[in-house]
């Protein structure tokens, strides 16, 4: 599928959602809450197998993932303020082959918007994403010894996005927003520049590289059941040189909750940034482990 026609699915589809959130039947209305909210909610997912004199085969192999994501909102009567932040990391094994990451992100972001009479509301926002440890290039070599090339880690890269303009919201289950947005990438040391932010055709060595352009991010989340939970997010950036370098992330989560601490999930990623790679990039975590609600 061509990048043209796989963003119209993405954009089409959360179209399909949103329309899907806005024609559930009108409940009551209630008195509005104001004040601070705040949920932290942590998981730790944990699969190990071992084999021993196993005829049909197979690799000892282990995997762990621990993670947090939290929400701060201050809701008033003509503001609503909110802060989310997420922190991943995990580490998986298969035989002989060296412990290697499955996951590693940080992800901050506050907005602030101001509302108006109808459901449109203008906001400013601001972001920042990047890893906590470093990332590694494998490889073998001619004594069958395995050569490990670091290609990121903390800050390098680092992501950053500053965006004003308009804020959709639909209750809790739908927002979109679409904005001017400035963002930059950034690296902290020159051996990661030739990778992330780097200008091929200038002689300086450029550690930190700007854009400019429009930002668009649509969010839904549904309660499917009592147990099962079903959200997504698209994030779209554009520079505005051409619309197959739009910058594209879509995020895909079913939770079901199975015990009081136990929950199973299933998550779907979909990322594309022509910057790093000319080929879109997929992610999916199948995830069965404990998880607690901190407020």
């Known amino acids: 599928m061509r990048m043209r026609e796989y963003l119209g699915f993405l954009l089409i589809s959360m179209l399909v959602l949103g329309v ?3 024609s559930q ?6 008195e509005p809450k104001y004040g601070w909210s ?10 190990q197998s071992s084999f021993d004199n196993w005829s049909q085969g197979g690799e000892d192999s282990w995997a ?29 094994k298969v035989g002989d082959a060296s412990s290697r990451k499955s996951a590693d992100e940080i992800f901050l972001e506050s907005v602030l918007s101001y509302k108006m009479k109808f459901h449109v509301n203008p906001y400013i926002a601001v972001n920042g994403r990047t890893q906590i440890a470093s990332g590694y290039a494998y490889a073998i070599d001619a004594s069958n010894q395995e050569i490990r090339t670091e290609i990121s880690k903390f800050l390098n890269p680092g992501y950053f996005m500053e965006s004003v303009g ?30 992330y932010t780097d200008e091929i055709d200038t002689q300086k060595l450029e550690k930190i590289r700007n854009e400019a ?43 079901a909750e199975v015990a009081k601490y136990v929950a199973v999930s299933f998550a779907f990623q979909i990322f594309y940034d022509r910057d790093l790679s000319i080929k879109r990039q997929l992610k999916q975590v199948l995830a069965v482990g404990l998880t607690y609600n901190f407020l």
């Not at 705040?38 to 699969?47: A, C, D, E, I, S």
């Open 213 to 255: 352009g429009l930002e668009s991010v649509s969010a839904y989340n549904r309660k499917i059941t009592p147990t099962i939970v079903y959200a997504t997010s698209l994030e779209v950036f554009s520079n505005m040189k051409a619309f197959d370098q739009i910058d594209t992330r879509w995020d895909n989560l079913i939770s």
């Open 64 to 92: 762990w993932l621990l993670g947090f994501n939290a929400r701060v909102e201050n809701d008033q009567v003509k503001t609503n303020w909110r802060n989310i932040g997420k922190v991943e990391y995990g580490q998986s």
């Open 38 to 47: 705040k949920q932290v909610v942590g998981n730790l997912n944990f699969t």
């Open 20 to 22: 899907s959130a806005f």
């Open 25 to 30: 039947d009108e409940k009551k209305e209630e």
């Open 166 to 195: 308009f804020e959709y919201r639909k209750e809790e289950t739908f927002r979109s927003r679409l904005g001017f947005a400035l963002k930059q990438t950034l690296v902290t040391e020159e051996q990661f520049a030739p990778l």
